[in-house]
């Protein structure tokens, strides 16, 4: 009976939400709503669901792009639950700016000022939005949305009763839907998911990736190669939007689990979980701790100092499919902008 009414009221907490959403929209749609122009080059990377669909490594992919080009650009970020000190920040922006050395990572969730800011202050050529789609205030150029192989469209239900944060017909603002995760399901579920996502939206390019492990890095400062995992006795940790795919990236490298603890997404790790994590590890006679990067940037020093050396595994997205015709129309973009190749 509880359960009943609870879903009920999920149900109708989700039709309002819906409804506000389209309506938000759909002012944004017809020009009653103006986004803001911030004089750059305005790449969005988002997507449709809560929860890890990886943006992150695309983001990355993108930065590096542009970088090979010579255009300086500057990464714009909400910074959602990431704490700071003076110009230092732990958890997703660290992680972005530890991988994208030469640009300015921004974190406001004024996105359209920290825009301006990253034009006027910093000089930025391009600005890539992290986590964007929803952001409507500031226009961008290209709209690049990732969508997750292993569940697209969040159970179908818009938040609270789902994991979708605007309806799936959203996806008709797609300028490039990229398919993560292709690895992670069978042919006949990849096939139907890229025929949905078509019929959303026809004009749309479509590229497909997975998720390569590209090193792991030991908290003694050590590296073993991505096969290093193959047979070895895991316990692994996490605390992100879609912890299923990692333990399932550490599976296909060929780690046998021993035991997994997962924390809310963004979860601020005190001394007692390391310790909670040790203990449970050794119970479960793992050779190895292993968590995300996102996850590793958290931990400080004194939480490094384990029976065993905490691992991290560090994630680059690798296209199966529609690297080249991503990277035409980014170009295109670029070049339709006036922006200059070969900058600083």
């Not at 989700?14 to 004089?39: E, P, V």
């Not at 292993?150 to 603002?173: D, N, V, W």
């Not at 839907?177 to 992670?184: K, N």
């Not at 400062?221 to 795919?245: H, Q, T, W």
Request: with cysteine; charged share 30%.
């Amino acid at each position: 009976m509880r359960a009943s009414v609870l879903r009920r009221l999920l149900g109708l907490l989700s039709c309002i939400y819906s409804g506000l959403i389209r309506f938000r929209n759909r002012l944004y749609d017809t020009g009653i709503f103006k986004a803001g122009q911030t004089g750059g080059f305005v790449i969005s990377i988002g997507n449709i669901t809560t929860g890890g669909t990886g943006k992150t490594p695309l983001v990355i992919w993108v930065y590096k792009f542009l970088a090979k080009q010579g255009i300086k650009c500057s990464i714009l970020t909400r910074g959602y639950k990431a704490e700071s000190s003076g110009e230092s920040f732990r958890d997703e922006p660290e992680l972005l700016q530890e991988n994208c050395p030469t640009a300015r990572v921004i974190v406001n969730a004024d996105r359209l000022a920290a825009g301006i800011q990253a034009v006027r202050d910093f000089g930025a050529k391009a600005i890539i939005l992290d986590d964007g789609f929803q952001h409507r205030r500031l226009a961008r150029d290209i709209n690049i949305v990732c969508v997750d192989s292993s569940c697209p469209f969040g159970y179908g239900k818009i938040l609270p009763a789902g994991f979708l944060r605007e309806p799936p017909t959203s996806l008709k603002r797609a300028t490039v839907i990229v398919l993560t995760r292709v690895d992670q399901v069978d042919e006949a579920t990849l096939k139907q998911v890229t025929r949905q996502v078509r019929d959303l939206n026809p004009e749309a390019a479509i590229a497909l990736t997975r998720h390569k492990v590209s090193k792991i890095q030991i908290s003694s400062g050590r590296e073993i190669s991505p096969d290093g995992l193959e047979g070895k006795k895991v316990y692994a940790f996490c605390g992100i939007g879609n912890p299923d795919a990692f333990f399932r990236t550490l599976e296909q490298s060929g780690a046998n689990l021993t035991g997994r603890k997962i924390y809310d997404d963004h979860h601020r790790y005190s001394r007692e979980d390391i310790k909670e994590i040790e203990r449970e590890s050794g119970k479960n006679e793992a050779e190895l701790i292993v968590t995300t990067e996102k996850d590793y940037i958290k931990l400080g020093e004194e939480d490094l100092k384990c029976e065993f050396e905490v691992c991290m595994l560090k994630i680059d997205i690798d296209f199966t499919d529609g690297r080249e015709q991503l990277e035409e129309i980014i170009k295109k973009g670029l070049l339709q902008k006036n922006v200059e190749f070969g900058g600083e």
